[in-house]
């Protein structure tokens, strides 16, 4: 198969969504997108290797695609905006054929339409091992994008759903963690409530763990966490899995002292964990222990947790 008839096999998958704003979509050299006025663009670019962030074996070409546009939307949602379109290149290698290919689409252009995210651009090529790269933009009403660095002391600290899912399903490839590892989703809807809400001080998704997370919003904002309640963990996983497993996908935000938080959206809870304080230099206390960040970071390979 040449590369102009699996560029139109793909074609003929994406959903013919025109989410607003698109003048030229895919099949010119660029795309154009004609902005609104009074909102504020939103773009995040995520890699997702083979080896690196997935094993073929265990991640079918479906669940692939929609994990590749998962991790994006995430991003956006963590910020409390809209998906609006998105663009995306594969490097394949021999084993992926065109079958392979039209799953990998299939299930991105069924998370796309759902989302509203319209695919206006790509690119394809050849490679030893399986590449992926997406570049996710959305939109925010100008000014108001939820951002990491405004947590300040005495603030709650919180974390939509439950924790370690995706972690547990790595390992047991099953059930409802299986999902969690598979099929996670991204809290765009969330995101949009707690942006509109106008009560969180500062929010960010859990792709990478929550230990090392939290420590990047304490670094951001300049403060430092007690993690001092117990923490949501995904029925069946460890406490480790939460910490430090990645891939949850949930976001994790803090409040003001008097905001009222609600306990759950949509039958997500949102749990309350612990507090932001002033303790300089940043970091997070667990249960009176020192927490290193521990969670995913593909350049690290030494992995010793706590103090
Ligand atoms: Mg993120």
Redesign the pocket.
Known sequence: MTELELLKRIERRLPDSDTGGIVIGLGDDCAAIRTQSGEDLLYTTDLFVEGTHFERESLPARWAGRKALTRGL??IA?MGGEPRFCLISLALPDWAGSRWVDSFYAGLAELAQQTRTAVVGGDLTKGNQLVCDIVVCGAVPRGQAMRRNGARPGDGIYVSGHLGGAALGRRTQSGAAGRCHTRPEARLRLGKYLRKRGEVTAA??L?DGLSLDLFRLCEASGVSAVVDRPLPVFHGATIEDALHGGEDYELLFTAHRDSRVRRSFERVPLTRIGTVTSVSPPGVMFFGRNLKPGGWDPFRSNTDKCD
């Open positions: 995430s991003d963590a960010m998704d792709s």
